[in-house]
């Protein structure tokens, strides 16, 4: 949708005698000084239902002049000054310059008169050779300024003008300055000035034909003093009539390859099976130059390619109903594709033959030219026109055309007769897709000579362009996915654009004040604990990530899910990521940015701005050095020095996260207090420091920072309580602390210490009794005792430093003591 600035082209330019109007909230609409129109009369001229209007054509050569003017003929007296004003007129844009005045008016009595333009953003879509009527109203009863297109409203706003307008001298076709890159190119008429605001039931009986109103302030019928301008007449009702019905490129014989593309890269498809009776209406409508063979065969878009007798469409909807001529189809298997004749259906091979093509679409097909670096839109978009048998070319809202010139397809700029660049030949040998181009004059700052990948695209904002020219949701982008046929969508797939001077071991700065520092999210899942109570170490399993911005940075092909925002080894290594040292631990352990870990991006703003295309020269990663803005914040470049891939949505780095995620396991020393054992109560700490810069530069941020625990709570002598995650404030380096809580389990001491040692202290007292004759006896007991006790205690001890290793049961302990005489 051409988003058309219409301010340029409907640009009202009045001028007034030497009364200056102060900057006022409206600054959009009115922003230079001058006065507005004048007196109230409830006269309308009415022409009726006139046979036919004087069309003006202006610049029908496309080049910007400065002398293409026309002079009213009426009086227009200063001294009747308009406090309320419309202005209505009808036009046909052959080009739009950098903007294109229609109207102006200006007193020539006052030296230091004043301009006020009116300029709004309109809605919808203009296109050029497509007739338009337009309104401009402003009541200054109501203090409203409307406008209307084709007789709708179109937008309005509140503004209080506060001044009269007055002029002596009105023309059309050039501002008052007379500069060519402001006139007007295309036709023009029914050029009227009334001095109220008229009703919207008479601005839309003007746009619809049924009224030819004249102006009681300027009328177009007065008649106007041409130079350099051509006139004709063109019928009141034909004005009206939109082109806006089926229009169809024809081409001579081609492959169905070649059909399926050239049908899809002018944004719609083959049909999908013209009926027997349609076959007759469309070779009327056939144009000279096709041959014979085309009057009655022409490709539709149905196959049976996959599954032999199932005929599909391109959306691969089943078709049952299908007209085919007697004995069809009949080709079986070497037969998969199916054209259109007088008589019915043939199947045919879709390789060996030679068919017509039909591209059929409702309106005018817009194309963006895209990877130009142009930054009006006027400059971008292009309308494709065939004005004989297969010579399609594609004509510009602004200067260029693109179109076949000895055998090539070339961009030219027409208005100032430049050859730009020409298309190396490919076949298929048409511009729509991405095509390499070999530039005749430098384009980016490329040098001519050299060649440069540009894409010519019928999609729409929301939809990305395969390279073939055919379209997909923009969303379905790099989405770990084929969605193009020719898996373009998966191409260039960075996330990352780095600036030329960035640097990987300097912190991002969010301010170059003191006191702002960057703020790292701490996110610790415990996952494993393990407590050596002789060693007095905790072993700790556990996922940690870390979560920062990189105001730097610019981000590419975002989606909403994190888990397809992953970064390669590649870039990661290129990013600066913050280190976090593990403290209280027996060596130099901190975290870790290796091929164990996980980094991606986390979406968290809308898109800033869509890129210009395609890659200049394969450059990537190209952004411009980062802005500073009032000498205190770094900003992110704008999307005019940014060559990023291809249609790749652009994120700022600012608002949206980089996160590493990893998993560790780390042995923290432990101080253990037993004095109370076994009804102690301990606290283990996992102290973390960054270590990448000091606290007035990198903090962890104390709000969003946390600690869960999803392991087992029950140890095999402790409780887990809840964990927590402290801060310190005050040391060189930020620090965290993440506090474990542990409660001894007194029933685990008492069962598988205590009560076991009493028994077999019990056992063994009891032996004492035995009678001194059976002496042996006694001292095996004793011995055999003293051994189930030292079996004991080394197996609770390994139970405890090693408590993932299964534990036997001492109930399968078997104490076999053997008597023997």
């Keep these: 949708m051409l988003e058309c600035v219409l301010i340029t082209l409907l640009l009202l330019i009045l001028r007034s005698a030497g009364v200056t109007l102060q900057e006022r909230t409206w600054r959009d609409l009115f922003y230079k000084e001058g006065r507005f129109l004048v007196t109230v009369t409830s006269l309308l001229s009415y022409s009726g239902r006139a046979n036919s209007v004087m069309v003006l054509k202006l610049q029908g050569d496309r080049k910007a002049a400065s002398d293409t003017i026309a002079y009213y003929e009426g009086d227009v007296d200063r001294s009747r000054q308009l406090n309320s004003v419309t202005l209505c007129a009808r036009f046909r844009l052959f080009i739009l310059h950098t903007c294109a005045v229609f109207f102006c008016m200006k007193d020539t009595q006052n030296e230091n008169s004043a301009m006020l333009a009116g300029g709004k953003r309109l809605e919808g879509t203009v296109l050029p050779a497509t007739w338009y009527h337009i309104c401009f109203t402003y009541d200054h009863e109501k203090t409203i300024i409307s406008t209307y297109m084709d007789g709708e409203l179109n937008n309005h706003q509140m503004y209080d003008i506060g001044e009269n307008i007055f002029g002596d001298n009105v023309t059309i076709g050039q501002s008052d300055k007379k500069t060519s890159q402001k006139s007007f190119s295309g ?15 008479d601005i839309k009986d003007m746009a619809t034909c049924k009224h030819d109103i004249q102006g009681n302030y300027v009328s177009w019928e007065r008649g106007w003093t041409l130079h350099k301008i051509s006139s004709h007449q063109i019928p009141l009702e034909k004005l009206c009539q939109k082109d806006i019905g089926i229009k169809r490129f024809w081409f001579p014989t ?59 469409y391109y959306s691969g909807h089943n078709e049952s109903l299908i ?112 095509r390499w181009w070999k530039l005749e004059e430098s384009v980016c700052g490329q040098k001519p000579g050299t060649q440069r990948q540009l894409l010519l695209s019928p999609c729409r904002h929301d939809q990305f362009t395969c390279s073939d020219a055919t379209c997909v949701p923009h969303e379905n982008r790099c989405d770990l996915k084929y969605d193009c046929k020719d898996n373009s969508d998966e191409v260039d797939c960075n996330t990352v654009a780095f600036p030329e001077d960035y640097q990987y071991y300097l912190p991002p700065r969010i301010s170059r004040e003191e006191g702002i520092n960057l703020l790292i999210k701490l996110n610790i899942i415990v996952e494993f604990l393990s407590l050596k109570t002789m060693d007095m170490q905790l072993e700790a399993v556990f996922v940690m990530s870390l979560t920062w911005e990189d105001s730097r940075l610019h981000y590419q092909n975002l989606k909403e899910s994190n888990t397809l925002n992953i970064l390669s080894n590649d870039t990661v290594k290129r990013l600066w990521i913050p280190t976090v040292s593990f403290v209280n631990t027996n060596g130099n352990h901190r975290t870790l940015a290796d091929d164990g870990a996980i980094m991606f991006i986390n979406r968290h703003t809308g898109v800033m701005e869509r890129d210009k295309g395609a890659p200049g020269e394969g450059i990537a990663d190209k952004v411009i050095k980062p802005l500073l803005i009032a000498q205190k914040s770094w900003v992110v470049p704008t999307m005019d020095s940014v060559l990023t891939g291809k249609e790749v949505d652009i994120y700022p780095g600012a608002g949206n996260t980089l996160t590493i995620k990893r998993k560790y396991g780390v042995v923290f020393k432990c101080d253990l207090n037993l004095q109370l054992y076994p009804f102690d109560k301990q606290e283990c700490k996992m102290h973390l420091q960054i270590i990448s810069a000091p606290r007035s530069f990198l903090q962890f941020d104390t709000d969003s920072s946390s600690v869960i625990n999803i392991g087992e709570t029950f140890l095999t002598e402790y409780h887990v309580g809840t964990l927590d995650l402290t801060h310190d404030l005050e040391s060189e380096f930020s620090e965290a602390t993440v506090r474990i809580p542990l409660e001894r389990l007194q029933g685990y001491a008492i069962l598988n210490i205590y009560i076991p040692t009493l028994v077999l202290l019990i056992i063994s007292y009891v032996t004492l009794y035995f009678r001194p004759i059976i002496f042996d006896t006694r001292m095996m007991a004793a011995l055999t005792v003293q051994l189930v006790i030292a079996t004991l205690f080394s197996q609770n001890h390994q139970a405890t430093a090693f408590p993932r290793v299964p534990k036997p049961h001492h109930d399968k302990f078997i104490i076999r003591v053997d008597i023997s005489n």
């Design 187 to 201: 036709e023009l008429t029914q050029v009227n000035v009334w001095d109220r605001a008229l009703s919207e039931e």
């Design 254 to 312: 081609k492959p169905f390859s070649t059909a399926l593309y050239l049908c899809q890269a002018l944004g719609t498809h083959l049909p999908l099976g013209v009926p027997v009776l349609d076959i007759g209406a469309l070779n009327k409508l056939i144009p000279q130059g096709l041959t014979d063979r085309c009057y009655n065969r022409y490709w539709t878009s149905l196959m049976d390619e996959n599954e032999e007798g199932f005929w599909k």
């Design 323 to 434: 007209i085919w001529d007697q004995k069809e189809p009949n080709g079986l298997q070497y037969e998969n594709c199916a054209i259109a004749t007088d008589k019915g259906l043939h199947d045919v091979d879709c390789k060996g033959n030679l068919e017509c093509i039909i591209c059929s679409f409702e309106g005018d097909r817009k194309f963006s030219f895209l990877g130009t670096c142009e930054d009006e839109l006027r400059n971008q978009y292009f309308v494709a026109k065939q004005n004989n048998i297969s010579e399609l070319h594609f004509m510009g809202y602004g200067n260029y055309y693109i179109r076949k010139q000895a055998g090539r397809w070339t961009w030219v700029d027409d208005v100032y007769g430049r050859v730009i660049a020409k298309m190396e030949i490919i076949k298929p040998n048409f511009p729509m897709g991405r």
